[in-house]
């Protein structure tokens, strides 16, 4: 059951916020996003940015991450960094579903409202999607990829071959 709901934001108001971003961080042309590097930069960039890497055993046996969107600090599995600076696609794909987080709440200020009923929540309205939809769009750009296959996005863009095939799938019907 979703706790939570949020403005509803669209996969193209999602790329949109991304596609601003990789231009404000230069990152326009860059196929493959320095993510681990990026946690070093945006304190310089966004004062309310930090962010720390934690032993395993402070965070819950599921959470791999997780963002305090009152403060925009987001708490990293020590695991979970290790493997992102080894390259790892599904832990570089949880960093920037953190960093979607931190960008949806904290830098653009969208809304979070309790959700008291447990009524059925549009899945634009899901924070988690709101944040896994931006990771995706942030990792692999549309138009660096639109003509690759998914094997080819998920090595260049350094992403799980799950998170390639999700892109790949919005790319495709466009």
């Avoid at 320095?34 to 599921?62: A, M, Q, W």
């Amino acid at each position: 059951m979703i706790d939570y709901t949020v403005e509803p934001k669209s996969r193209k108001d999602l790329r949109t916020l991304a596609n601003i971003l990789r231009k404000h961080l230069g990152l326009q042309d860059c196929i493959y996003v320095p993510i681990v590097e990026l946690l070093d930069i945006l304190p310089e960039l966004f004062d309310d940015f930090n962010y720390e890497i934690v032993p395993d055993t402070e965070l819950g046996k599921n959470v791999h991450a997780e963002t305090d969107v009152r403060t925009g600090y987001i708490k990293i599995k020590e695991s979970v960094y290790e493997r992102a600076c080894a390259g790892e696609g599904r832990d570089r794909m949880t960093i920037a579903h953190e960093l979607g987080h931190y960008f949806t709440f904290c830098f653009c200020g969208f809304k979070l409202q309790r959700n008291f009923g447990k009524a059925d929540v549009p899945t634009y309205r899901q924070p988690e999607w709101q944040a896994k939809c931006f990771a995706g769009e942030f990792m692999v750009p549309e138009k660096l990829v639109r003509n690759m296959s998914i094997n080819e996005i998920s090595e260049k863009c350094g992403v799980s071959y799950d998170a390639a095939k999700i892109q790949y799938k919005y790319i495709s019907k466009r």
